[in-house]
């Protein structure tokens, strides 16, 4: 199974979608003194409005997820090259509220349809980053918990997990020079990143694999002015098999 990073440029972050029961007593630590961090109880009012039926046989799940003081997801110590530290909370209806008693402290928070009812977050899986992000967005919100709070996440089916993802562009994008476009990759399956402008042949990115980040240089000199142009990356393994895709359309 693809193993994958959820990586955001503020935080370079790592997640990953390897399998994995419910993981409890992670979240407890020490504080500086010796003593208990206070928990406080956090509250998820949700409402996924895509096509999925969600069900026992395919739950919403939720990774409540702490960060450092770097604002970085944090590794789980027990599986450092698995999922993130995180308290997993499962809903079987598509609307509804649940709760956890939580370590004060910062988190972060991502839902997602397991469809196959595996436990996994997979690659097309729906999901969303609170509040109402993507993996390819710059940044994320992070809820600070220092007492009883109560969230909001909604989301449908715009989001589907991909293994490679492209940050600049963004979606209608207007662009008036050449430029960079760059972007993340999850996973170290991934051995090269190719770009295809109008679907063109495709170009080699250059890609850093310790922070899965890729980036290349676009000349729109070959390109019409004044119309929308298609933009490609594919993410493939090293036996030259593609993994995954993502497309975003700019304006030129």
Known sequence: ???????????????????????????????????KSPTYTLSIGYEYQGNEIAG???????????????????????NPDGPPLRKELYA??????????IEQGDYAILAF????GDGSLNLGDFYVVYDRRSIAD????KVELFGNRSVYVWFDDSYSWHAVFI?????????????????GFLGVEVSEVLVHIEGGPGYPASID?????????????????GKYHDLTVV????????IDSYSVQFYY
């Open 209 to 225: 694999h310790e922070n899965g980040y890729w980036q290349f240089f676009v000349d729109v000199t070959p390109l019409s002015s």
């Open 92 to 101: 079987y209806a598509p609307y509804g509220t649940l709760s956890a008693e």
């Open 167 to 183: 940050r600049e562009p963004r979606e209608s994008q207007i662009v008036y020079d050449s430029f960079w476009a760059h972007g």
């Open 56 to 78: 026992i046989g395919s739950p919403i799940i939720f990774w409540v997820m702490p960060l450092d003081n770097s604002g970085e997801v944090q590794d789980d110590p027990y």
């Open 235 to 242: 993410a493939r393994d090293s036996s030259g098999n593609t």
């Open 1 to 35: 199974m693809i193993r994958i990073a959820l990586i955001f440029v503020s935080f370079l972050t790592v997640l990953s979608i390897t399998s994995c029961g419910f993981i409890d007593e992670l979240l407890g630590g020490m504080s500086g003194n010796g003593l």
């Open 138 to 141: 710059i940044s994320m919100d």
């Open 113 to 116: 349809v397991d469809d196959n």
